[in-house]
């Protein structure tokens, strides 16, 4: 008996069919791969090929000897970098089945077979790839066809007709143009689903992007970034997709094109690290490749360049054109040849790399070294916060353009990272830097900001719920309070109130519908619905994935430490801003109050017992100029944020919640945060290299083990109890495992604590499930009776938009003479809309708006969620800007006339009084409101079924104000 090694692969894994021809005794079948097959051992007597058409799968069966190893077959498919060629022998006296089959095959692909007395021949017959090359056409437009080609939108064969066609389609249109035609072509949800006539498919994509240049988002923070994701066996190219910038992309500006973001990740897109691979296997062979010999794209190679600490963790990192030295951009950096710890050196570096929008230039004179505060033991109660002066705050808050000044920024400046709050007795100086901000040095002088306080809801998750249940919080608490949310959302969808309630608590993308619901617009309106329906179902995917419930009186609060030294250890001081007009808890008139009672604090993630610590709030009138932030004491037995998960004050948020229901009784004793003696860098003298960086890279992707060691720390904690011996240990490992990317020490995941079966709130697939008897257990029982039988629908139809026409926006009889101008800009806006959807692979309209996705595509599985939503709504935000700056416009001279009370002389604007300015802005509103609601402005199906947002973007102040308006200045006018 032999052993018999099946090589399997679906229909749907054929990429191509290159060739079919005789060979001797069998017929020989060409295919390239967008699927890797698989192996499977088999002790049977071998059959030489078969196919099932039932299940359609090949399985051409690879007889070896017993004692041969399947292994060599897996490397031999793994060596492959972009395609795959699997080559099917099929003996000729098993042709008359398999070949019908085959036939079928063909026909898809549009191919057909003729037999002679020699050879099948394929009708039509693909040129080689290396038939041709790229070097003729703009590096952009090159990338957009290898995007095309890696992601099986455009075959094999059709590749050099379509080259030829876009070099003649360039010749008489713009590169701009041209490059948003193959971009149009790209569509993440249809992945691997190839263009049938892909040369009428450019030509549709090209009419479209001759009515509109601008690509929607390329100005101010946002930069295009080309993304490159690799596998085992493929490599995508992707993009570009709009992200934030980072200071690096700024000292080369109109040069974001040399750059490019590379992921890895395995042959399904899920993520490497943890996997413990063989460090001389194929897989971490073909990562170093890549590493060390580069990308070739097109004609231009890429090298590799850096990471950030979060794009380590997501195994993403920077290539850089070979056009650029990646030795001389290190250096242009800062200076780093004095940090020795290989995880340290590469963090600082990455530290450039933080996505960042700039502000305002501080020389050094304008800046100053303050001292960190120890206590007498040397515990550091500073660590990573400084000061910046009310008037330096202002500037900043000016030149990014926000509605107030934040208290507190988390920043990056020079070498230096960390949060500056506001201090108004800073006024000699525009910032107050500490020894435990200084990373590295630089002489960049750019204020960079990363992020600010704003009022943030707190939600609960699995960790922090697992926690409180241990140290005391009944079950009961949860469930009930699970029980409520569940009733909002539901009641939501019909009531305004109810709908306020919920999106109050949500804030930030949701603000805008709220201020809708505010103005009494009907919660009935398709617009609105769309909003709810999104929230509905994201949040009950967050309750079902991560027990994910929002807290009412709670909020996600940035750490500093009290300057004047007031707080004792055991208080803290909380001042919270409005996050809307009609927020509970505030007096009327009132837009900050202080916290003044017990409260629980922890920081995320939280494992060990005394992560969750309980405080008090007190009110102390020296720190009143801080809002939206917690501030912690600077003096006592030990800092309270190391106290929390060993955190610190460089821009860490901390969840805070003053509801008496989640108060524990007493604090649990903290542990001890540590962090181990790190690695020094190899290399001569003890230097770090760029290749220790790259080994460090990959030594990291496939040894960090953080995510299985929380799933086994939350499996302990629910059979165990989060005080037993295995949860403390695995706290411990957790706590090391976070330190990891500055260590470069790998922590070691013990098989005692490996876990073989889950609870079933976890739902983890194909695996060994148990029913929890825990709170988790019980909530998530809950949710699911509570949704079963009940479909919670997404999907909102505007196809019934006019039966929700509002009659108080088509009163203006002189909007026909703004009709014209409607439809096209509505269109524009659809189409720039519609094309930002197609980059993040988003489907609903309402997603785009909200950043909430449902589902992001094949390539999004693995970055983060956060980073993800944050790069949609910043793109969407900067769409709706510049739309909504093209409708006030052709106003803005009236606006400046009439100011004051003022009124214009001669002819400088076409309006008499500043009633007909007023009355002409809201007859543009209303036409931009009908051409959106109206069937007969419609002239384009897809159109009309995927987009209503248009009004309500565009024009929503003005929308918003028609109804006071009508009553106050329009009286006389006729209705």
């Known amino acids: ?182 971009q149009g072509m790209w569509s993440p949800g249809h992945m691997h689903y190839y263009y049938a006539d892909p040369y009428t498919a450019f030509d549709e994509n090209l009419r479209i992007a001759q009515t509109t240049v601008e690509i929607p988002g390329l100005v101010n923070r946002l930069v295009p970034i080309k993304r490159v994701v690799i596998t085992p066996l493929c490599v995508y190219c992707i993009g570009p997709m709009l992200e934030e910038s980072n200071r690096v992309l700024r000292m080369f500006p109109g040069e974001e094109n040399k750059f490019l973001r590379v992921s890895f990740s395995s042959e399904g897109l899920d993520q490497i690290n943890g996997l413990h691979q063989d460090p001389n296997g194929p897989l971490v062979q073909r990562i170093k490749d890549v590493l060390d010999k580069g990308l070739k794209i097109g004609r231009i190679r890429y090298h590799f360049l850096a990471f950030s600490s979060s794009q380590l963790r997501e195994n993403d990192c920077w290539f850089v054109s070979e056009e650029k030295s990646v030795e001389e951009i290190h250096t242009k950096l800062g200076s780093f040849q004095d940090i020795k ?69 988390q920043i990056r400046y020079g070498g230096f990272k960390g949060t500056l709050a506001v201090n108004p007795k800073l006024v000699d100086k525009d910032i107050a830097l500490r020894k435990s901000m200084d990373k590295f040095p630089c002489d960049h002088m750019d ?124 208080q803290v001081f909380i001042q919270i801003s409005k996050s809307s007009p009609y927020e509970w808890g505030f007096l009327r008139g009132e837009n900050e109050r202080v916290i003044t009672d017990p409260v629980m604090v922890a920081k995320n993630p939280c494992l060990h017992p005394g992560d969750c610590r309980r405080l008090n709030a007190v009110d102390v009138t020296e720190l009143h100029h801080l809002v939206d932030c917690i501030v912690f004491p600077s003096k006592g037995k030990r800092p309270h944020p190391n106290e929390c998960s060993g955190s610190d004050l460089d821009g860490d948020l901390y969840f805070a919640t003053w509801d008496p229901r989640f108060l524990i009784p007493k604090n649990a004793d903290p542990s001890d945060y540590s962090a181990p003696v790190p690695m020094i860098g190899t290399g001569e003298q003890s230097s770090v290299s760029v290749a220790d960086i790259k080994e460090f890279f990959v030594n990291f992707m496939i040894t960090e083990s953080l995510g299985r060691i929380a799933n086994a720390h939350l499996v302990f904690a629910d059979k165990k109890g989060i005080f037993c011996a295995e949860c403390i240990e695995l ?35 194909n695996a060994v499930r148990y029913e929890s008897q825990r709170v988790l257990g019980k909530m998530y029982r809950h949710l699911t009776k509570s949704l079963k039988g009940k479909e919670l629908h997404h999907y909102v139809s505007y196809n019934n ?96 006339a009439f100011e004051y009370g003022k009124s214009p002389t001669n002819s400088e604007v076409p309006w008499k009084t500043e009633k007909d300015l007023i009355y002409a802005i809201c007859s543009k509103a209303s036409a931009y409101y009908q051409v959106t609601y109206l069937d007969k402005y419609y002239h384009d199906d897809w159109e009309q079924e995927y987009f209503i947002s248009f009004p309500w973007v565009t024009a929503w102040s003005c929308i918003l104000g028609i109804p006071k308006i009508e009553s106050i200045c329009l009286r006389d006018l006729k209705k």
Request: proline share 4%.
């Open 731 to 765: 706290s411990e490992l957790h706590s090391q495992a976070v330190d990891f990317p500055k260590t470069g020490i790998a922590v070691p995941y013990p098989r005692e604590l490996r876990v073989s079966e889950y609870p079933d709130f976890m739902n983890k697939k």
């Open 447 to 570: 204020l960079e900001i990363c992020s600010y306080t704003k009022p943030l809801c707190a939600f609960l998750n699995r960790q922090i719920i697992m926690l409180l249940n241990g140290l005391g919080v009944p079950d009961e608490v949860f469930l009930d309070m699970q029980k409520t949310f569940l009733k909002y959302l539901e009641k939501m969808m019909v009531n305004s109130a109810a709908a306020q309630r919920i999106l109050g608590l949500y804030g930030g993308q949701y603000r805008f519908v709220k201020k809708l619901l505010e103005a009494e617009i009907p919660v009935e309106e398709p617009f609105v619905q769309a909003q709810l329906a999104m929230l509905r179902e994201c949040a009950v995917k967050d309750l079902r994935r991560k027990a994910k419930l929002p807290v009412e009186h709670g909020r996600l609060l940035m750490g500093v430490v009290d300057e004047t030294q007031t707080l004792e250890y055991g």
């Open 1 to 182: 008996m032999k052993t018999s090694y099946s090589l399997y692969m679906r229909y749907k894994g054929i990429w191509d069919v290159i060739s079919v021809y005789a060979d001797g005794p069998n017929y020989v079948l060409r295919i390239s791969c967008k699927q890797a097959p698989s192996i499977v051992v088999h002790q049977i007597s071998p059959l030489f090929y078969s196919i099932d058409e039932d299940s359609r799968v090949f399985s051409p069966k690879l007889s070896q000897e017993q004692d041969e190893d399947k292994d060599q077959f897996s490397q031999f498919f793994k060596k492959f970098s972009e395609h795959l060629t699997v080559l099917l022998f099929i003996p000729r006296q098993q042709t008359n089945d398999p070949m019908k089959s085959l036939a079928k095959v063909l026909k898809e692909y549009r191919l057909e077979m003729k037999e002679d007395t020699h050879s099948w021949n394929l009708v039509h017959c693909e040129q080689s790839l290396n038939s041709y090359t790229l070097s003729k056409l703009p590096v952009d437009i090159e990338f957009q066809i290898e995007s095309l080609r890696s992601c099986r939108f455009l075959l094999r064969r059709d590749l050099s007709k379509f080259y030829d066609k876009v070099s003649q389609d360039l010749c008489k249109n713009s590169e701009s143009q041209v490059t948003a035609a193959l």
């Open 341 to 409: 710890i290989v995880g340290k050196h590469a963090a600082r570096i990455g530290q450039c790399f933080s996505t960042t929008q700039n502000s305002i230039e501080i020389p050094p004179q304008n800046r100053k070294i303050i001292p960190d505060i120890f206590d007498n033991q040397g515990r550091l109660f500073t660590d990573g916060v400084g000061q910046i002066s009310v008037e330096a705050a202002t500037r900043v808050a000016e030149k990014m353009k926000l509605n107030s000044v934040p208290s507190v920024f």
């Open 801 to 896: 938009r006019k039966a929700t026409v509002l009659r108080q926006f088509l009163k203006f009889h002189d909007y026909k003479s703004y009709v014209d101008a409607g439809i096209e800009h509505r269109r524009e806006y659809n189409v720039e809309l519609s094309a930002l959807m197609n980059q993040y692979g988003v489907k609903w309209e309402a997603e785009i708006i909200t950043g909430d996705v449902l589902k992001f595509n094949w390539y999004k599985k693995k970055r983060s969620y956060f980073s993800m939503k944050q790069s949609i709504l910043d793109a969407f935000s900067e769409l709706r800007q510049r739309h909504e700056a093209r409708f006030w416009e052709e106003f803005q001279e009236g606006l400046k």
